[in-house]
């Protein structure tokens, strides 16, 4: 059967001979997910839940978060969650942390993970209410924090909420959140997200913005 040279696919014009393409998941789930629920979920389902995430084959999962448990109660139990779980070798474990005082109860219990997520919105609205912090304040303990973070041998990851948009100011221009991104990169982030925390984002702007951030951020995931 001879193939219809109309409708063969044509190689991709970036693509080279023999290339392998990997796509890594972070689950947050644990995480974002129980936040996000009205109801505290069991910590004894939690921990079920997270081991048969590490078994189904996920490598990276975030399970904790250490924030005040009277702004986040359904992540109180995040320290029994952490010591509860059983995963496989190979699994890495994130927490995130806000801030200075939530990474001093983090590595408390530093044999418990392997990685800290620090965050910030890239806009100033989002983050005066999601933390109580404006962006300059939350790069200042970011600096501070990441010292500390490399200093025990974690691996440092960075999120950036609402890099497409927010949904007090509208679109986010891409220079500040690249900026923001140079900045974590800085710091020793070895990975950095970028969250469309509103569902802004298109296929031909985030196209665009991949482009100038892969070209900025050279050896960051």
Request: proline share 7%.
């Amino acid at each position: 059967m001879t193939a219809d040279p109309n409708t063969t696919p044509k190689a991709r014009p970036n693509a080279t001979l023999g290339e392998r393409r990997r796509v890594h998941i972070r689950e947050v789930g644990p995480r974002d997910g129980f936040q996000n629920e009205p109801e505290t979920v069991p910590t004894a389902d939690k921990i079920r839940l997270i081991d048969l995430l590490g078994r189904a084959g996920l490598a990276r999962l975030e399970i904790a978060s250490f924030v005040r448990p009277d702004v986040i109660p359904q992540l109180a139990d995040g320290v029994e969650v952490l010591h509860g779980v059983d995963l496989p070798t190979g699994v890495e474990r994130m927490v995130l942390v806000p801030n200075s005082r939530g990474l001093d109860n983090a590595l408390r219990h530093r044999g418990l993970f392997e990685a800290v997520g620090l965050f910030v919105s890239a806009s100033q609205t989002h983050n005066q209410r999601n933390i109580n912090r404006t962006v300059e304040q939350t790069m200042a303990d970011t600096a501070v924090m990441a010292k500390r973070i490399l200093a025990e041998g974690l691996r440092l990851c960075a999120v950036i909420a609402t890099s497409f948009g927010c949904p007090y100011e509208g679109p986010v221009p891409m220079e500040r959140v690249l900026g923001l991104a140079e900045q974590f990169a800085e710091a020793g982030a070895v990975e950095v997200g970028f969250g469309d925390t509103t569902g802004m984002a298109n296929p031909a702007y985030a196209g665009r913005f991949f482009a100038s951030a892969l070209d900025r951020l050279p050896g960051v995931e």
